[in-house]
Structures are given as C-alpha cells and as structure tokens.
C-alpha cells in the first residue's frame, strides 16, 4: 500500500503536516521500491502547469521504468503554498511550484519576481540561465533544502479590479491581495494601495464579499481562478515578468539511486521546454478568453508605475538583492 496525502486528507496546515512526519508519513518509497511522488500546485486542471506537470509524470514514469509514479494534485489540494514547502521540509510532500514566496527562507529568492526587472521574455532567459538565476538556485538548495528541476516562465503580472486603474493615484483607497511577500507590501504601500497579504485559495470569496477590491495576477491564474465573475477590469501594469521553479525536497532527492536522480533531472528539462511551448501558446487565448467573460482591459501609464515604484523596490531589497537587481536591469 502506497501512503499518500491523498488518503488522509487535503488542504492540510503545517502544524498536521509535521505531526504526520513525526508518525512516520516521511520518505517517499512504496511497495518494491517503487518510489511514489506527491506534487501539489495551486493552478487548476486547465492551468498550463497543470499540464505541464502530467507530462512531466509521464515522461518519468517512461524513462524510469515504471519505478517512479508522479501523483500531480493541482489547486491546492496538499496544502497552500506555504504549507507545501513546509510539507516538503519535513518529508510529507515532494515537489511543489514556487518562486519568489521562498524569500520567506532565502532572500535571493525575493528576485523572481521584482517588479519593473525583467523587461521581457528573452531577457528573463538570460537572467534566468545565467550567473544570477544560477545564484538564487544555488541558495533555494543550500538554505531551504530544495532542489530547483526546471523553471516556468510566468506571464507579466497584471492588476485587476472594479474600477480602471490607468495611474498609481487611482489606487487611493483600493484594499488589495498580495501574496505574502514583503517586497510586494512595500511596494504596493508605496504605489498607494493598501495592500492585505492573503492565500491565493481564498482571493475569490474575498473579492466576492468586498473584504479586497483588487488582485494581480498573471492572466492564466487571472482566468483559472475565475476572477471575471468577480472583477471587471484587467489593468494592464505589467508590473511584474519573473519566473517560478519546479522544486523537489533535496532529502527526497537524494534519497534516490542515481539512475534515478538522473531520470528526474532529465524530464525535468523536458517539462521546463513542454511549459515554454504551452505558455507561448496560449498567452493570447488567455486574453480572448477574458476578453470573453467580460473583461475590460485598460492601458496604464506603466512608466508613472515604475518611477513610483522604484525607491520602494530598492529599499526593501536586502544589500544581497540589490546586488542581484543590478545586475539584471544593467543586463544587456
């Protein structure tokens, strides 16, 4: 019998998800050596992660043989994103999405996603794959004990609301989500928003009840998350174009013979090209498709956005970060 998450519930907190390691729910062996793999997410079925993450579960189930089985669990159904990590920290999940949330561990983590950075999809690439991008992997390894397989392009983060939103003054009295990151508070604050960190699983029912007014997003969760029913405008900021990793407990890792570290590593790469494919291609369906239910779309003055931003960007960042940020925006 094969002891997964699922067979004892979802949504689990932190505090469950340490009592359950501490009763011996740790390692991820089964039956005959099979090695059984929990990956939770937040997107839904249709979200290209989503996608992206079945192949993933094919492709290693093929090349190792039948001897790893990926069990993909989407929309939070492990636990939100937080408790994933932690989950994986303490051996009751394996593998999760995440990027910048890690910050909360490992500042140089915070770079994924600084706003007004990345200028575009190929210079994130460089970013990405270069000196930087392989100094923020290296500490998620070191410093939070997870082990980056692949990374995904994220569509620019947008803000959406009820009201246009053209100029940071339109945002006077607008209380908005944030994930929980510290750089995106301070940020925010500083643009005039009254920004309210909260879990990505209760954004609607908040949205729909008035307790926040606004959320940014990219478009595929914008849409997934089904925020048209309870958003009208999708304000066109930009604020943000950064990346995610698809992350594995290094414990868990390392728990494997090589051939099978070796098999992971490989369709993880294979996932990250597959996650590019899908994400390119449906970054104007996503557009139509809110365009569709309803959504307005409103051109902003993106560069009142990031001159106002700026000085609050760089004073919440860590001198480490600041070394990082430079050496993106200067990156040709």
Known sequence: MHLTLSSIGTRLPTLLLLCLASLGFTGCKGDQDKVVLRFGHLGNENHVWHRAALEFAQIVNAKSGGRIEIKVYPNEQLGKELDM???IRAGVVDMTITGESLQ???????????PYAIRDSEHLARVVEGPVGEAISAEILE?????????FERGARNLTSNRPIRHPDD?????????????YVKTWKA???????????EVFTSLQQGTVHAQENPYALILSAGFPEVQKYCNLTEHVIGWVYVVIGEAQ???????????LLEAGQAMQTIHQRLFKETQQQL???LKERGMIFVETDREAFKARAEAAV???????????????VEMD
Do not use: H
């Open 171 to 183: 945002l006077k009295g607008i209380i908005l989500r944030v994930p929980n990151v510290p750089l």
């Open 253 to 263: 890792f390392q728990a494997l013979p090589d051939d099978l570290k070796d098999v």
């Open 191 to 201: 643009l005039g928003a009254k920004p309210t960190p909260m879990a990505f699983s």
């Open 143 to 151: 410093r939070v004990g997870l082990r980056p397989l692949a990374w």
């Open 85 to 87: 990590i932690n989950g």
């Open 314 to 328: 760089l004073s919440a960042l860590t001198e480490q970060q600041r070394g990082l940020y430079r050496q993106i």
């Open 287 to 289: 557009i139509d498709s």
């Open 104 to 114: 909360n561990w490992t500042p140089a983590a915070g770079l994924c996603a600084v």
